[in-house]
């Protein structure tokens, strides 16, 4: 089989599977939710970092390997190129969706041109480019697989090649070109008869085979394939967290659920659907899918976070989902959507794109503040003390901060935010030989050809999710019948759609959670219009999950809600100001009005005393056993906010899961 | 003030305080729970310790230093040092113990000095004694304070050197004399106008009072005093986890509860309470019990154990007690301990030995194998997956084993188990100038005097913890009246006393929990009897513990029972073979026949499902929903077992917190 090249503007390029994505060029986010924070992403964010890089000397690194002063000078973790790679990558998919409207493209360009040069000077002779090891009083060349990340920053130096690649395709970019040397030299040193071993954080498997799609080079894809066989067979050495920490500790075909460190484990989970996918290999992407479902039914928070250890940054066993100590690092967020947006590709089940909608509302949009200038780097769902702000000089050293900080030491998940915002667009929709896939929800606007040459012209409208009608306008006569299909969310219970076609009386029916289909010979202004009921809703979890027993989240559509302590205290006139000391009145569905959704809450009765265990109350002060008039006297009512909302206003202690009764509680 | 150098043989030994403690001459195990393990210590921890050390080249350290050939072939961590020291306390212990009395105590005494020999060659002039740091090739001296242990080390030399000195006293003994140079350059070293640091792992501030009781050397105690004062000024640097992970963040006097590695806070509160206790420092004390009083009322797991958290083996915030992720390193138990047993000795309260009962029987009692030859170093209380056995040449990655290790990288816990059971006689009983107290119930003999001349001497007849009957037998007469006082542990209500004095009616009344006193003059054969209630019992938590909502514990006396899975499949016949799938009928209580501690347990509904979260059941499938005849149908009786005991057949998965109805259950 021969790869065939695409140009399409877009993260994921593959050669075949059930869904063609669409390019940075074919569709547009007008605005609402996403389009905003695409431009403060634009505006805030990626000044932001490139001046923090600046600041803590990770581009500077480059400057000095050039001027051989390496390594006296060089500051940073290990990975500090990657953060610069991750960087540019950013830069490239925002120039490509700003690209030739935007006054400011210029001005990106330039920025993008400078930074690569400077990377593209440290570069050596034979290929080699990483600022950490190599040099006289350095550790040497690939002497430190398990830790060292140097081919996980090869990674991200060639996902910057194939953004660039594919946003100002046709030329000999520079960038591309470094990525191409680096590359050729990985296969040369990791290929058969080469080092037989794999990088300690997977990220080179998906590069490569994107690279090979960008170059139509088989041998990057031959050694990404390698690279993913090799994993599991304990190449790499035993460490104290186990060799799951890094996923060698079984073959990835073998493999029936993600563990390990999270970030890990989704990027090569994702390298290893391209590499099936590219080579037909229908048992390893059927065991890849097994463990998505696995990972997704046991090992997922209700945000769509992933990673519930802080020691390891790790999935736990099965049901183990601590609120509290979730960490759920936004990166591992970054990872889950890249692993299920190339099974989407891939397969076209609509739960994929569940997932990503999750963790895109719950995850993504968390993790960078209102102003784009500061992160979580966890993203816990149980905040027991309210933070302090950290001052804007600050580094906080990685997930310990309690409210968003505006850089870490270990700084991967700012810009790992940064490029999926710039390059978000392209997860909106879909084509196949058939018509066109709507996957997520957002005001837009679709132009593109179907593979037999059909024009295809739609505009979103829509409020969503604050509001759940999703209208989608056809803008031109594509001269043929085809179909389009709509994602109706699994949480969707009673969704409608409505169908207004020119000549025909509207037409509306339920629709499933699942996908809906309207085949038609669509004419310009013909209108279908999903109703999706984004009333909140309480959610309760699985009873093995025994973190959360005994307890009830509210969400509202796609948007996981949570209580914050500042509401509370407005809410109670300062009589509680502790998400602490209250429970939910279950009995009470959350109530919706004016915007706010609020929730009825009663104290939490909680003895004090010098040990915290006692004999269990034969009497608990339980919902159940209040009457009526009693809860309506104890109840207060108070709002909730979106979680990607929280901590915006200062420190505040947060609760996602509300404890209703507690029938076991001690005397 | 002058310390009073007192020759006791037992572990702490205050000039001042409520109580006095006994010597190992004083008090003897004659049998039981306790007795069986110090002979199991004896028989086969001791020996395998000191077979591990060897084989890890641990002592061959100081082999190495003496001969001028370190660092090269040094192996171990950089605490290694320490473990040889407290085997050496252990054995000093052990020898102090069986003393006089035993055949074994000769080749004890050659095993000592042979150590002790090989310890000794490698002390340099100045009195420095550490085979990590210091030489050519190694790190400077003093220069990694914050992660080098190298204080700590010497603290264990200090400790190995009191219990050698407290159990062979009045010789010029080669190891205090070793000692006593370590801890003079420690006084040069960071005494006034020296280096102004602490050691980032404290222990040398209890070796050092403890040191300065056996030698009367004032200068000791001003420099414990000195590192007590500047831990929390910040003389450490700032590192990932938090200054609060070394106790850096805040004085000892301004804190109000204990925070960061567990086993450094309790070492270190262990050393505040030996200061002030010296310097009778009301302030410092007062704000140790109340750091005691928060702990355990918010901090502190149902088996005593604390530390929540795996990634920096710490205490986690408030009511952050997972039972599935507990740390409770086994070595923060002997911490606990350590810093309890102060306060009782200074306070003299009954809450102190209750937590010291609870820490004994369920975390240190924990840790050994039936075989005294494996050791658990984290105790979760709350197993998922069953492990498999670890080969008996295997080192286990410290708190990675989902069994018993023979032995860990890092392997404090297996010498610090050793050292507290040879020790442990000392923890039954103390004197006061009124009389005797008795504080942990296990068969022995105690013959003591009061300090006025009156000579004590008691026999203690008991199965505890089997059976709640403990009957003091008076064996000789004191010549004037003194009190007993017995402890009742805060669990055990209803506990009756009986008195059987010579002469008069036996005489029954209640035992509140706290203490109970007889005073009398007591005459040989007059007979204390206290009848505590061990009958199993159902325990609730906190509501604000959120991790075991919805839960309960069984206990049983001071014993915490857990359900394991063998024990579950067994009494089902092999219908349910796993912890996670069944729950609690709480309506049923504990059971007890023949020796064996039952609950009812039901299978717990869980829908299988994509996704784990859904729209609560309005129809949960709870106990309080089930009529009494569906629960006589659906239920079965399932034995427990002892917490300690656990993981003795093999792999199994374990809870210690069982759920009982699921209110909130997803449908």
């Not at 051989?68 to 990558?89: C, H």
């Not at 700003?98 to 993008?112: K, V, Y």
């Not at 132009?447 to 209208?471: E, F, H, K």
Request: hydrophobic share 40%; proline share 7%.
């Amino acid at each position: 089989m021969s790869l065939s090249t695409s140009t399409t503007a877009t993260p994921v390029a593959p050669s075949r599977g059930r869904l063609r994505p669409l390019g940075l060029d074919e569709v547009a986010l007008t605005g609402g939710f996403w389009a905003d924070r695409q431009h403060l992403n634009a505006a805030a964010t990626l000044p932001h970092i490139e001046d923090r890089l600046e600041r803590e000397g990770w581009i500077a690194n480059f400057d000095l390997a050039a001027a051989g002063t390496l390594p006296a000078g060089r500051r940073g973790r290990e990975f500090a190129d990657s953060e610069v790679y991750k960087y540019l990558e950013a830069l490239a998919w925002e120039i490509g969706r700003s690209g030739s409207t935007d006054r400011a493209a210029g001005a990106l360009e330039a920025r993008f041109d400078a930074i690569t040069a400077r990377v593209a000077a440290a570069q050596e002779p034979d290929g080699y480019l990483n600022t950490m090891f190599g040099r006289p009083g350095q550790r040497a060349r690939w002497s430190a697989l398990g830790w060292g990340h140097e081919l996980y920053c090869t990674g991200h130096l060639l996902q910057a090649a194939v953004a660039r690649a594919r946003t100002r395709p046709g030329t000999d970019d520079v960038l591309v070109e470094v990525a191409r040397r680096a590359a050729d030299l990985v296969c040369d040193v990791f290929g058969p008869g080469g080092i037989e071993s794999v990088c300690g954080h997977a990220e080179i498997e998906p590069a490569l085979v994107e690279f090979a799609r960008v170059t139509g080079e088989e041998r990057y894809l031959a050694q990404a394939a390698l690279f993913v066989e090799r994993r599991g067979t304990g190449t790499l050495g035993d460490i104290e967290f186990g060799r799951s920490y890094f996923q060698d500790d079984m073959p990835v075909r073998a493999a029936t659920v993600l563990r390990g460190h999270a970030v890990r484990a989704g990027y090569l989970s994702a390298g290893a659907v391209d590499v099936a996918v590219e080579r037909n290999d229908a048992e390893l992407l059927a065991a890849l899918t097994t463990q998505w479902e696995n990972t997704v039914a046991r090992r997922t928070y209700l945000t769509g976070g992933q990673g519930s250890h802080h020691q390891d940054e790790a999935f736990g066993e099965d049901w183990v989902l601590p609120p509290d100590r979730s960490y759920s690092e936004t990166c591992a967020g970054v990872a889950s959507i890249m692993f299920s947006w190339r099974l989407l590709l891939a397969q076209g089940a609509p739960r994929y794109a569940d997932l990503i909608e999750r963790t895109l509302f719950n995850v993504v949009a968390t993790s960078p503040s209102n102003s784009g200038t500061s992160f979580f780097y966890a993203n816990t769902l149980h905040q027991r003390r309210p933070g302090t702000p950290a001052p804007d000089s600050d580094v906080s050293p990685r997930a310990s901060s309690t409210l968003r900080a505006p850089w870490f030491e270990v700084s991967c998940c700012p810009p790992n935010v940064a490029r999926t915002l710039a390059g978000l667009t392209a997860y909106l929709a879909t084509t196949d030989d058939d018509g066109l896939q709507l996957h997520q929800y957002a005001p837009a606007t679709i132009r593109t050809a179907l593979p037999g040459g059909a024009a295809i012209a739609l505009d979103v409208d829509t409020a969503y999710p604050r509001d759940g009608v999703v209208r989608v306008t056809v803008r031109a006569d594509a001269g043929t019948p085809w179909t389009l299909t709509m994602r109706v969310p699994a949480w969707a219970q009673g969704a409608r759609l409505i169908v207004r076609t020119a000549g025909d009386p509207p037409a509306e029916r339920a629709a499933e959670p699942g996908t809906v289909h309207v085949r038609h010979h669509f004419r310009e202004g013909d209108v279908v219009e999903l109703h999706l009921p984004v009333q909140p809703r309480f959610t309760a979890a699985d009873p093995r999950i025994d973190a959360v027993r005994g307890c009830l989240a509210v969400e509202r559509g796609p948007e996981v809600l949570c209580l914050e302590s500042i509401d509370l205290a407005a809410a109670t006139g300062g009589r509680h100001t502790d998400v602490a000391a209250v429970r939910l009145d279950a009995d009470a569905p959350p109530q919706e009005a004016d915007g706010a959704v609020t929730v009825r809450l009663r104290p939490l009765v909680a003895p004090a005393g010098p040990w915290p265990y006692a004999a269990p109350d034969p009497h608990p002060d339980g919902a159940a056993e209040d009457g009526a008039e009693d809860g309506a006297e104890d109840g207060f009512d108070v709002p909730l906010v979106p979680y990607h909302d929280w901590a915006e206003r200062g420190g505040s202690t947060m609760r996602v899961w509300l404890p209703t009764d507690t029938p076991a509680q001690r005397g």
